[in-house]
């Protein structure tokens, strides 16, 4: 029980506290993360160095120079924009979907399922890497690909919530009471359906979260110089040995907020349904 | 049993023939002209406008469609844009990888997991169980990229005893019989560390959450109650019934393993499928890049029937319900 309530502390603390760092950007780090002055003497300063300028790097520079929180922070920007994004976009086609299947009879439903399972059975990172290969690649582009190719889990869940919920009393006393179809879905079943779209939420954003640092590692997301921690991490990877704080520091944001998500995610599924709370 | 290979079968085609559609599709929606594409901003127009006839492309949309899937099942892929080899024999040369690198990771990384959840179901609550959680949950979070990088760092640079990149080393056709294998496996060996450590993760997770739903069950407690030993309630009745959902989760999570193997290839530069991928989109060399999504979802479509085969051989009431389907 008491570690139900530690998860949910950690990964709220954690996030709110990223989400603030990222909207006081300008704030608390020294400006601009593009910023290169004097390249040879300012490159790959280690951590708890000041430069010439006397500006303090608490987390070292780059190859250009260009200060390693500053980016980090700026990069959080972009990683929790993304992830939230995308997984908007997916809870909406999903739970549009899911409860079309759930509700619908006959071959509708049977096509929308049939649909969802085939979306499932593919690599999400193939799909991504196709469509990065035709299309110019943005964080936009990140944005809408990764909500289009994350909504099966969330429809899959909708669609057999709705389809428990259509056959129990409250919503056949709904029919009674002559409400259309489309308004005891909306307002009958829609609600009560939701809270594993909620736990499927949070797990999704830390899973965009990772996707969308992959494809900027491989050059395919958003692209240099916005920061971004899957393009930090890739810019740190040749000088490894030199400067591994470059690589170190995004990599460890990643997997901090990526934790978060998913320990947000399981004390909300043991909170909202207490089936499951032995886990 | 047969009848739901044939099932599953069926199925398999009909997933693999989507993709393949969806490549073509997406290649004519997306903007620009493939041929113009091709050739890159430099073309002169009699040059597109002979690849397009080479190409098909003026012809029918449906016409093009047939004849891209009657070329899709002949195995006649084309040539990659870069190297100019037939894109039918890169792949057939780099899905071996692959398949060895993803199955082996797959079997390493459920022994590990189901153990690991099997140690946290027995201390149920205890400080190993929340330690061991805090672990798995960590580890799931890894990106798998990074982790491959973080483990260069500490084992090709720091001790100095394993190799970052490759299948095999420079003098490998020069070795031969144990120190040839030996070699192999000193390459795999961090590539596989990566790709299983990240595995356990998820599939510990699974198997703890699995372990518990079966220990709540009544014929746990009638067991107990019949004086059955703790040992033997666990390993005869909790994890052979454990073993269903546990095989169900292997076809589903297979998808996410090939996505993981991508980047880890990339990484290690690994020969394989997700390697060969990664490289065509980056130099834009199409007619790799579609073949390689049709054979990783070929790939991800052999493997979970292959885990259905399995579930079935496990659980007795999924025979009977494809039977009755």
Wanted: charged share 15%; with cysteine.
């Amino acid at each position: 029980m008491r570690l139900r309530d530690r998860r949910a502390l950690f990964g709220l603390t954690v996030l709110a506290a990223v989400a603030i760092a990222a909207i006081a950007a300008p704030v608390v780090t020294a400006g601009n993360p593009n910023a290169q002055r004097d390249i040879v003497a300012t490159r790959f300063l280690p951590p708890l160095t000041a430069d010439l300028h006397g500006t303090f790097h608490p987390l070292g520079t780059d190859r250009f120079g260009r200060d390693v929180w500053t980016r980090l922070v700026y990069g959080a920007r972009i990683s929790l924009g993304v992830g939230l994004l995308a997984v908007v976009i997916s809870v909406a086609i999903g739970t549009t979907v899911g409860a079309a299947a759930g509700y619908l009879r006959g071959w509708p439903a049977m096509g929308l399922l049939a649909f969802t399972d085939f979306a499932l059975a593919l690599p999400r990172l193939v799909l991504l890497l196709l469509l990065a290969a035709l299309w110019q690649p943005s964080a936009a582009l990140v944005v809408v690909v990764l909500g289009l190719t994350g909504w099966m889990p969330i429809a899959r869940l909708v669609h057999g919530e709705v389809r428990g919920l259509a056959v129990r009393p409250f919503v056949e006393g709904a029919r009674a009471l002559g409400a259309r179809r489309a308004r005891v879905l909306w307002r009958h079943i829609l609600p009560n359906a939701l809270t594993p779209v909620i736990v499927a939420a949070a797990l999704g954003v830390g899973n965009a979260i990772l996707l969308e640092a992959s494809l900027s590692y491989l050059g395919l997301g958003v692209q240099p110089p916005t920061a971004s921690w899957g393009s930090m991490i890739a810019s740190g990877r040749d000088t490894l040995v030199n400067a591994p704080w470059v690589v170190t520091a995004p990599g460890l944001a990643l997997v901090l907020v990526v934790v978060a998500c998913t320990l947000l995610g399981d004390a909300l599924r043991d909170a909202l349904d207490p089936g499951a709370a032995k886990r | 049993m047969l009848r739901m290979l044939w099932q599953r079968a069926l199925v398999g085609v009909a997933v693999v023939t989507g993709v393949v559609t969806l490549t073509f599709l997406l290649l004519h929606a997306a903007p620009g002209d493939p041929a113009e594409r091709l050739l890159g901003p430099a073309a002169a127009p009699q040059q597109v406008e002979a690849v397009r006839h080479a190409l098909e492309l003026d012809r029918p949309l449906t016409v093009q469609y047939a004849s891209w899937l009657r070329r899709f099942v002949r195995g006649d892929w084309g040539t990659s844009i870069t190297t100019g080899r037939p894109v039918g024999a890169m792949l057939r040369a780099a899905w071996p990888a692959t398949a060895r690198l993803v199955a082996l990771s797959l079997l390493l990384s459920y022994a590990l997991g189901l153990l690991v959840g099997a140690v946290q179901t027995a201390r149920s609550g205890a400080r190993l169980d929340t330690t061991l959680s805090v672990a798995t949950v960590t580890l799931f979070a890894l990106p798998g990229f990074w982790l491959g990088l973080v483990l260069i760092m500490v084992f090709t640079y720091w001790l100095r005893v394993l190799p970052a990149f490759g299948a095999a080393g420079m003098d490998a056709d020069f070795l031969s019989g144990w120190a040839r294998i030996a070699d192999q496996l000193r390459h795999l060996a961090l590539p596989l560390l990566t790709l299983t450590l990240i595995g356990v993760g998820g599939t510990a997770r699974f198997a703890r959450g699995a372990l518990l739903d079966v220990l709540a069950q009544p014929f746990v407690a009638a067991a107990r109650a019949k004086g059955v030993s703790e040992s033997r309630v666990l390993a005869r009745h909790v994890l052979r019934n454990a073993l269903g959902p546990m095989l169900i989760l292997l076809g589903l999570s297979l998808p996410a393993l090939f996505s993981g193997a991508v980047l880890v290839e990339t990484v290690f530069a690994w020969p394989g499928v997700g390697r060969v991928m990664v490289e065509a989109v980056q130099s834009r060399d199409y007619p790799v890049v579609m073949a390689a999504t049709a054979v990783s979802a070929l790939l991800v479509v052999a493997g979970n029937i292959l885990a259905d085969v399995l579930a079935a051989w496990a659980d007795p009431r999924v025979r009977g319900a494809a039977r009755e389907a």
